[in-house]
């Protein structure tokens, strides 16, 4: 189970800290547009983030992670899934998110991703990016590894690493060997929908590679702990993300 529509992260907004954001629409080269939300740092940085939904899409707790990230000094762009089936017009509780991520395919997720590359790109083409993701974003967040699209590092969620999903993908087992980045994976210990066992072989895969890599699995902690509203894994949380700003950080210049 993702987080709730109404959930969000359980990163606490910096006292007196100034970010500005809007909405956009992004074009794919295949020409799909997408939407988008874009969160700018106070200062110019020389990396950006961008920000892999579950499967709703993009919806308010990914937004608000955007400006979380813009806090800290990143900009960061979170996109959504569905321009190819659903449009990128507003949406009702009522959407039905899971007929239009059934239709996701992975190379129109790669095109996606692309278009966040190239708008964080436009005007510093070595800017550092990595994308972070959360359940089916975590995934898609591996998978960026083996996109080519030059990349500090990718940072996923508890993502399932041995189902293939969205379809036409291989699992992200099976693309460990085309991996070129830096990979962090966090996971929940009381997830039964990720079993230790498809964390150990990740890992494996990953250690026969020789790609740097870090699995975190923290133990009592289910699926989308990641979540302001569950109180009794806030101290998992707090060293998720953690983590996470300490993983951009080791790995930009």
Partial sequence: MCVDANASPPIHPISG?????RELALEASDGNRLAAFEAY??????????????VRGLF????????????????????????????????????????????TTAAGVKLDVAAAVAHLRAENPARQLFTVGFCFGGGNSWHQAAGGHGLSGVIGFYGIP????PAGAGTVIDRVPEMSCPVL???????????????ATFEEAL?????EH??????????SFFDRS????????????????EFIGAHTG
């Fill in 41 to 54: 740092a106070s200062e110019p940085s020389d990396v950006a983030v961008i920000v892999l939904p579950d």
């Fill in 185 to 199: 994976g966090l996971m929940g210990g009381d997830d039964p929908g990720i079993p230790p066992e498809s964390i």
């Fill in 17 to 21: 800290a100034s970010v500005d954001h």
């Fill in 230 to 245: 569950q109180d009794q894994h806030a101290a998992d949380s707090a060293d998720a993300w953690r983590r996470v700003l």
């Fill in 214 to 223: 870090e699995l975190i699995t923290y133990p009592n902690a289910p699926h």
């Fill in 60 to 103: 308010g707790f990914y937004q608000e992670l955007a400006e979380r990230f813009a806090e800290v000094g990143y900009d960061a762009i979170a996109i959504d899934y569905f321009g190819r089936t659903a449009g990128i017009g507003e949406r009702d509780d009522d959407f039905d998110y899971m007929e239009h991520i059934r239709q």
């Fill in 162 to 165: 041995d189902r293939e999903f």
């Fill in 207 to 211: 250690t026969a590679s020789g790609l």
